[in-house]
C-alpha cells in the first residue's frame, strides 16, 4: 500500500514540484493550499505524513501543527516543515510546536527524501507497536490490555454520568477437545472466526476483547443487565447455529455466557469482571451452552 502524503502549501509552482517528486518514488499524494483546508482533509482521510510550510494565507503553518499536536489521535502523525524561512528562532518554534523535521526549501532534494522516508519508517514501527497492544495478533480483535485500560474508563464515564454498563464473559465449552482433536491451527481459526462472529453481532458501541486463552469479554455502555443477558444470549446462540465455526471443526462448538452490571454494589473494575467471572462458572457449573448473570 502507498504511503499517502499531505502537502501543504500555497504556492502552485511549488506544489508541482513536490508532487511529481514524490510520485516518482511511489506516494499518494494530496494537497491543500491553505491551513483550514489542511486539518479539513487530515480529519477526513489522516496521511501518513504531512509536508508543511510555514507561509500559508489563513492561519501559517505553526498553527496547524500546533492543533494536530493537540488531537490524541494524530499523535503519531509525523510532520516535516518545509520551508523557505531557515533562522535558527523560526526551526527552534516549529520544532516547540510539534514538528518532527525541520528542512529548508533549499536543501537538496536527496535529503528530503531521505527525511520523509525516514520519517515514514519510523511512523510505522509506532504504528506496529500501538496495534499490537490495543488489538489480539490471533483474533484481531481488541487485547487484554485494551480491555484492562478501557472498562476502567468506562466506569469512571458510567459512575460519573449515571449511565448503564455491563460486562460479558464468554467461555468456549470443552476447548481443549478442538485442539486435542484437530491441531492447534485449528484452534486458532476457530478462536479468529468466533471474534468475527461476535464482532458481527454486537452493536457498534460494544467493544469485544480477547480475554484468556479461550475466553472473551465484550463490554456494552449504555446497556442494563436485562438487555445485557439478551445480547450475550443472541451472541450464544448465533455461534452455536454457525456452519462457518462447522467447517472449522465436524464438533458442536457451544459457548457460555457471564454477564454483570456496573451498579451501586460494584465498587470498582475488578468487582465487575469478578461478577460476570461467577455467573459464567455458574453457567459452566449448570451444565454450560447458556448464560447466567450475576446475583447477589
Request: hydrophobic fraction near 35%.
Amino acid at each position: 500500500m502507498k504511503s499517502k502524503i499531505l502537502i501543504v502549501e500555497d504556492s502552485i509552482s511549488d506544489v508541482i514540484f513536490m508532487k511529481k517528486t514524490l510520485e516518482n518514488e511511489n506516494y499518494d499524494i494530496n494537497y491543500a493550499e491553505n491551513g483550514k483546508d489542511a486539518l479539513s482533509l487530515i480529519k477526513q482521510d489522516t496521511p501518513d505524513l504531512v509536508i508543511l510550510d510555514i507561509l500559508l494565507p489563513d492561519i501559517d503553518g505553526y498553527e496547524v501543527c500546533r492543533r494536530i499536536r493537540n488531537n490524541d489521535s494524530l499523535i503519531n502523525l509525523p510532520v516535516l516543515f518545509y520551508s523557505a524561512i531557515k533562522t535558527v528562532d523560526e526551526k527552534l518554534l516549529g520544532l516547540e510546536m510539534g514538528a518532527s523535521e525541520f528542512l529548508s526549501k533549499s536543501a537538496d532534494n536527496r535529503e528530503l527524501l531521505a527525511r520523509i522516508r525516514n520519517l515514514l519508517k519510523t511512523k510505522k514501527k509506532i504504528d506496529t507497536a500501538i496495534s499490537s497492544s490495543f488489538y489480539d495478533p490471533l483474533t484481531n480483535v481488541y487485547s487484554p490490555q485494551y480491555f484492562e485500560h478501557r472498562i476502567y474508563d468506562e466506569c469512571v464515564r458510567s459512575r460519573r454520568y449515571k449511565r448503564d454498563l455491563s460486562c460479558m464473559l464468554m467461555d468456549i465449552d470443552k476447548f481443549e477437545i478442538i485442539n486435542n482433536t484437530f491441531g492447534i491451527h485449528t484452534g486458532d481459526r476457530t478462536l479468529k472466526k468466533i471474534g468475527e462472529i461476535v464482532k458481527k453481532n454486537i452493536r457498534s458501541a460494544d467493544e469485544v476483547c480477547r480475554y484468556k486463552e479461550d475466553e472473551f469479554a465484550v463490554l456494552l455502555p449504555e446497556t442494563n443487565l436485562r438487555e445485557a443477558y439478551a445480547i450475550a444470549e443472541r451472541v450464544r446462540q448465533y455461534l452455536c447455529m454457525s456452519d462457518d465455526l462447522r467447517n472449522e471443526c465436524t464438533v458442536d462448538l457451544t459457548v457460555s455466557c457471564g454477564v454483570s452490571h456496573y451498579g451501586n454494589n460494584v465498587k470498582d473494575t475488578q468487582e465487575l469482571i469478578s461478577q460476570a467471572d461467577i455467573a459464567l462458572k455458574q453457567a459452566k457449573k449448570e451444565g454450560s451452552n447458556q448464560t447466567r448473570f450475576y446475583q447477589i
